[in-house]
Structures are given as C-alpha cells and as structure tokens.
C-alpha cells in the first residue's frame, strides 16, 4: 500500500520555524521527485516546493523562496521541508506528494505530475 505521512504542522507565531516530514512507504521513493504543496481555506492548492529524484534539483515558489528548504533523505524514505521566518500568510493545509514522471522547472508546482499525495497537516502562523 502506498503511503504518503506528513507531520510536524502546527500553530506557530510570525518570525517563527516549523519542519515538516513526510514519510514515504509502499513505491520506490529513490525514483520519484517530492514535492510540497499547501492549501488555503478558499485559495486554490499551490506548489510550494520540489526536489527532483535524479539530481537533487530543488524548485521554490516565489512566495517562499530564500525562507523554506527542501531536503530528502532516500535512505529513509523521507522528505522534509523547513520553514523559517513564517508568515500569517503560509497559513494552511500542507501536502506533500510524489511524482514519478518528468519534473522540471514549468512543471514542478502542477499537479497532474503527481501520482501520490498524503493527508496533509495543517500550519497556522498568528500575527
């Protein structure tokens, strides 16, 4: 059975940090890229990050760049996504999902690349 876990949301103040996990079971997770999306209550999902399998070629959006890192850890079966300097802004549901297909730069944050996604977990950062 496939599996996708995140944990590590939670209720945090502006300025603070939060690192999310997502463990991966049931495919192998050394051939697909992981990538992080959020939604917001109202607000379309967005992509938010991605690692690629192949090189470790790391994509942001433009919203998080320079505060958030993407890592993965193939012998674990795990990606990670640490937020600094969050803002009220980065509040909403996370997920993160797994894609075996081509990822680049124009089509990391679509989801139609993706084949499995978690249950996601909720990040609220007050004012």
């Known amino acids: 059975e496939v599996q996708l876990v995140e944990s590590g949301g939670g209720l945090v103040q502006a300025g603070g940090s939060l690192t999310l996990s997502c463990a991966a079971s049931?495919?192998?997770?050394?051939?697909?890229?992981i990538g992080w999306f959020r939604q917001a209550p109202g607000k379309e999902r967005e992509g938010v990050s991605c690692?690629?399998?192949?090189?470790?070629?790391?994509y942001y959006a433009d919203s998080v760049k320079g505060r958030f890192t993407i890592s993965r850890d193939n012998a674990k079966n795990t990606a990670s996504l640490q937020m600094n300097s969050l803002k009220p802004e980065d509040t909403a549901v996370y997920y993160c999902a797994a894609a075996r297909g081509s990822i680049n730069r124009f089509t990391w944050h679509w989801r139609s690349p993706y084949d499995y996604w978690g249950q996601g977990t909720q990040v609220t950062v007050s004012s």
């Open positions: 690692i690629r399998s192949s090189d470790g070629t790391t």
């Open positions: 049931g495919f192998g997770f050394d051939d697909y890229a």
